[in-house]
């Protein structure tokens, strides 16, 4: 059945969004993207959008939110209108700019801010979803690569991943504490919504609520500083994250002030 052409943004959206996102771990996020461009632009058929259009765009929400957030939402934009050009339904891909995006925060959990998360999980009985922390925080595994983990992807110490973020595969080594975890049992019984709800609730119970760094993806970065810490080796925490350029890992390259001032007494 040929698929009808789109005249629209928001037909657009429906049409390219299916065959894009669905069932990615940023689905939401990126139809979320993509409708506030529609809300601020206007429901414009294709044939009328053009550079100006997504200049008008980053004009309109330039400065209430990080250039990072505008590049993210420019990247959900250009992906349906690339879709809508790749088929012809589209006669010319508008121009896109990206803004520069500084190193950003590293934002790291610190052992005090561990132990409160996971005190605070054992008090309100969410033992899954501190399983799922557990992992994260000693692999420094993806959120999606996670959620999809499968006993067959368990190999002893090693957790193999055949398909991923980057589309290579890779091995990712578990501690003793995370091979416990998993033994519990594979896939883990959770969901995005499950997981933003209560990280939004330890948010609150820890009196984060206004540090917009402290995310789930924190893990991650604290499993990256301290094998840094540990090791000395930043090619090592490329290989640990996945990452296929060292560039990507180069913002772990830091001294946390407690390194610091070790050092130096």
Not at 26 to 34: G, K, M, P, W
Not at 69 to 95: F, G, M
């Amino acid at each position: 059945m040929k698929t009808k052409t789109p005249e629209n943004l928001s037909e657009l959206l429906r049409v390219a969004g299916r065959a894009l996102w669905r069932g990615k771990a940023y689905e939401l996020t990126a139809y979320r993207n993509v409708e506030h461009f529609i809300k601020v632009v206007g429901d414009l058929p294709l044939s009328a959008v053009r550079t100006t259009t997504i200049d008008d765009f980053v004009d309109e929400i330039r400065g209430t939110v990080k250039d990072s957030t505008v590049n993210r939402k420019l990247t959900n934009v250009h992906s349906i209108l690339k879709y809508a050009h790749d088929r012809e339904w589209i006669a010319k891909l508008p121009k896109f700019t990206w803004n520069p995006e500084g190193d950003g925060r590293v934002r790291w959990l610190t052992l005090d801010e561990e132990e409160r998360m996971f005190r605070f999980l054992k008090e309100w009985g969410e033992d899954e979803v501190a399983r799922f922390l557990i992992v994260l925080l000693d692999t420094g595994m993806r959120r999606g690569e996670l959620l999809n983990l499968e006993p067959k992807d368990v190999d002893g110490p090693w957790v193999r991943l055949w398909v991923n973020k980057t589309g290579k595969a890779r091995s990712v080594p578990l501690t003793e504490r995370s091979q416990r975890e998993l033994a519990y049992g594979l896939p883990f019984k959770l969901d995005e919504r499950k997981l933003r709800t209560v990280w939004g609730k330890l948010k609150a119970a820890m009196g984060l609520e206004d540090d917009e760094d402290f995310v789930l993806h924190a893990l991650r970065h604290t499993a990256a500083t301290r094998t840094l810490a540990k090791t000395g080796n930043i090619a090592m925490v490329q290989k640990l994250l996945g990452h296929r350029k060292i560039e990507t890992t180069l913002r772990y390259a830091h001294i946390s002030d407690e390194d610091l001032l070790a050092a130096v007494r």
